[in-house]
């Protein structure tokens, strides 16, 4: 089962990643058909399938399905939130943003109980909610189930929802964000340009960040970004979206830059045993 589907999910991030650069609304439109096909063959797949085990079966409706239909939702929530967006002056625009932000919250508070049980690790009530033939009762769920097909378990689309919705949220504020600072940008020109792809310093920098290298571990993804960029003079836009719909979806290796770096770097120590510079 497990393999099956990371096959469909790979193959599914390889024709995200190969998409030709468009905008965005283009972008999240053809990546959102390519996710509803993997769904479609998931689907397809499970149709068949007997679950071995019920470990086996809340595995699939709490990580397995919920993978899949959290990048549905992603590009539906993307493609909404950016065809409506107005084209008018940044105040208007943040709102705009802003608001977006506040109803996203409210979904997150009707589900706060079951959301705070999941990122808790908790796993004593996974046999009510993520077992398809038992009916979920014990946590609210602020209305109707919400279901994408005749395989799916309601809290596998609700956990997915929220997930989706958490990605959306840091998209919207890192767009705020921008508005907020795209004057700073270029204020103070550095002494050093970065030459090599945007995408190689966004992934180099949420490699800094993940690891706390700043201000012991306490500087945020946008102090980080913020100081680059000045000190650079590059723009890096929205680099969430970069790293969502680029980096995190690659299918070889999502660190190709830090892949890089290291067999370069061990190349160097590598030339400098064989041809040492001092006597």
Same mark, same amino acid.
């Given at each position: 089962?497990?393999?099956?589907?990371?096959?469909?999910?790979?193959?599914?991030?390889?024709?995200?990643?190969?998409?030709?650069?468009?905008?965005? /609304?283009?972008?999240? =439109?053809?990546?959102? &058909?390519?996710?509803?096909?993997? @769904?479609?063959? !998931? $689907?397809?797949?499970?149709?068949?399938?007997?679950?071995?085990?019920?470990?086996?079966?809340?595995?699939?409706?709490?990580?397995?399905?919920?993978?899949?239909?959290?990048?549905?939702?992603?590009?539906?929530?993307?493609?909404?939130?950016?065809?409506?967006?107005?084209n008018k002056d940044k105040d208007s625009i943040r709102q705009y943003l802003n608001d977006h932000l506040k109803a996203n919250d409210q979904y997150f508070e009707r589900h706060r109980t079951f959301y705070n049980y999941y990122r808790s690790g908790r796993t004593h009530h996974d046999q009510v909610l993520f077992v398809c033939s038992t009916e979920p009762s014990f946590l609210p769920t602020g209305g109707t189930i919400e279901k994408d097909s005749f395989?799916?378990?309601?809290?596998?689309?609700?956990?997915?929802? /929220?997930?989706?919705? =958490?990605?959306?949220? &840091?998209?919207?504020?890192?767009? @705020?964000?921008? !508005? $907020?600072?795209?004057?700073?940008?270029?204020?103070?020109?550095?002494?050093?340009?970065?030459?090599?792809?945007?995408?190689?310093?966004?992934?180099?920098?949420?490699?800094?960040?993940?690891?706390?290298?700043?201000?012991?571990?306490?500087?945020?993804?946008?102090?980080?970004?913020?100081?680059?960029?000045?000190?650079?003079?590059?723009?890096?836009?929205?680099?969430?979206?970069?790293?969502?719909?680029?980096?995190?979806?690659?299918?070889?290796?999502?660190?190709?830059?830090?892949?890089?770096?290291?067999?370069?770097?061990?190349?160097?120590?590598?030339?400098?045993?064989?041809?040492?510079?001092?006597?």
């Amino acid at each position: 089962m497990k393999a099956k589907a990371n096959l469909i999910f790979m193959e599914m991030a390889e024709r995200i990643n190969n998409i030709k650069p468009v905008n965005i /609304l283009e972008r999240a =439109e053809s990546s959102y &058909n390519i996710v509803k096909e993997a @769904i479609a063959s !998931l $689907n397809e797949f499970v149709a068949q399938y007997t679950f071995e085990t019920i470990d086996e079966e809340i595995d699939y409706f709490k990580k397995i399905k919920p993978q899949f239909l959290k990048e549905k939702i992603y590009y539906v929530e993307l493609f909404y939130l950016e065809s409506l967006k107005p084209n008018k002056d940044k105040d208007s625009i943040r709102q705009y943003l802003n608001d977006h932000l506040k109803a996203n919250d409210q979904y997150f508070e009707r589900h706060r109980t079951f959301y705070n049980y999941y990122r808790s690790g908790r796993t004593h009530h996974d046999q009510v909610l993520f077992v398809c033939s038992t009916e979920p009762s014990f946590l609210p769920t602020g209305g109707t189930i919400e279901k994408d097909s005749f395989l799916s378990q309601g809290h596998s689309f609700i956990l997915a929802r /929220l997930q989706a919705l =958490e990605i959306i949220n &840091n998209y919207i504020q890192n767009e @705020i964000n921008i !508005l $907020n600072n795209s004057s700073i940008i270029n204020k103070k020109p550095g002494t050093l340009t970065w030459t090599l792809p945007k995408a190689a310093l966004i992934e180099l920098l949420y490699a800094l960040e993940s690891i706390g290298a700043f201000n012991h571990g306490q500087a945020d993804l946008k102090t980080i970004f913020n100081a680059f960029q000045e000190y650079c003079s590059i723009d890096l836009g929205n680099y969430y979206a970069v790293f969502q719909q680029n980096i995190r979806i690659r299918k070889k290796s999502r660190t190709t830059f830090l892949d890089s770096l290291k067999e370069f770097i061990e190349r160097r120590m590598d030339d400098s045993d064989e041809n040492p510079r001092f006597v």
